[in-house]
């Protein structure tokens, strides 16, 4: 099975810092790569797609990179505030797969006040 | 719209029994997804479908699982019998038929424990 890893699996930062969360993907086959928000007992959230012709996506403090060449993505979340603290996990969408996704297992994200 | 409608929210049942975990996707989506999450798998996908059509089901992990889609509104994910290990939380997910997005929109989830 093609591997979707994400790092840090954790991560504590100071309200108002800028971040970035990492997710690399083995499978070169990439129909598109996906950004969720996953918040305690609830359901995921899209946050950003990023289809593979693109570069990056932006949604207002979120930007989200993709490099195919590398098998890397980033999600960088400016100005972080409190109400940010959630899991985040990528996906990569596979050709020949219908809109089937390859998840990492998150980064647990804490905004500390 | 009122987005993936899953139920129950939560389920808890003793081994051996039968488990039936139910879907309503967003209406106009043709492609639905069933997904299994464990803090140790992360997320899994089990099946999904195309207009109503099981396409993928290579994730579902043995006999003991199943799953139907009878029409365009409705899904269900069996398990007979449940098992301890079965404990997990079932996401269903739809996305519409359309190549240059392929967004998916998830439910929150049945959180199933097997005792």
């Known amino acids: 099975k093609q591997e979707v890893t994400q790092i840090p699996a954790a991560l504590s930062v100071p309200e108002g810092e800028n971040l970035v969360l990492n997710c690399s993907f083995t499978d070169s086959a990439i129909y598109n790569l996906q950004w969720f928000r996953q918040d305690p007992g609830k359901g995921l959230t899209s946050l950003l797609l990023?289809?593979?012709?693109?570069r990056e996506q932006t949604s207002g403090r979120l930007n989200a990179s993709l490099d195919k060449s590398s098998g890397r993505s980033t999600l960088y979340i400016a100005a972080s505030q409190p109400g940010d603290s959630a899991t985040y996990l990528c996906a990569q969408g596979r050709r020949n797969s219908g809109y089937a996704l390859n998840f990492g297992k998150g980064t647990s994200l804490l905004v500390t006040p | 719209d009122a987005g993936v409608i899953q139920s129950p929210r939560h389920e808890v049942t003793e081994m051996g029994q039968e488990v039936t975990l139910r879907c309503k996707p967003i209406?106009?989506?043709?492609?639905l997804f069933w997904y299994r999450q464990t803090m140790m798998r992360g997320l899994e996908l089990l099946i999904y479908f195309n207009n109503n059509v099981p396409i993928d089901d290579s994730g579902m992990p043995e006999d003991r699982f199943s799953a139907k889609m009878p029409n365009a509104s409705f899904s269900t994910l069996k398990i007979q019998p449940s098992e301890p290990r079965d404990s997990a939380v079932y996401f269903c997910?739809?996305?519409?038929?359309?190549?240059?997005?392929?967004?998916?929109?998830f439910g929150e989830g049945s959180r199933l424990t097997v005792l």
């Open positions: 209406s106009g989506h043709d492609y």
């Open positions: 990023i289809q593979s012709s693109q």
């Open positions: 997910a739809s996305s519409p038929d359309e190549p240059d997005t392929g967004e998916l929109f």
